[in-house]
């Protein structure tokens, strides 16, 4: 129980928060389905990707090797991810402050010793490059400007 316990609270930690503009020039994926693409990277252990599809500013500042070795717990393929709902919404994003976003709610459900354990979010989306891109908490962001894993 401990290994998804602490997958979930990296991920909650993580926030898999992102941001998106709300002109009519986002990108053509629906903002859901990018948001558990990214949620999915993450449990099948893909940080090349997912740190990939972080917002430029905040690669800019957290050294790639030291996200990919900061594993939020074992992998977990099984996993079911539903996204609950997508609205526009204006949030604080660290690096860039107050920013027009895509706000995705989401809920993860894992199976731990056959009983199901289940966390929910919002994370938000940003367009950047023609592309749904997710933000850092501030939080661990902080850790990792420090060279620590969240």
Known sequence: MRGVQRLLLGLAVLALAGCGGGGGDGPSEDPG???AHIIRLELLGQRDVSYQLLIREQRQVVDKRLYRTCSPGPTMPGAKIEVRGVKDETAVVPVLGRTKTKAVSWRL?????GSPVTVSN????????????????????KLLRA???P
């Open 147 to 149: 060279g620590l894993c």
């Open 122 to 141: 919002v994370g938000h989306l940003i367009a950047q490059d023609g592309h749904w891109h997710w933000t850092l908490t501030s939080e661990s962001l």
């Open 109 to 113: 459900t894992v199976k731990e010793a």
């Open 33 to 35: 389905a990018a948001m």
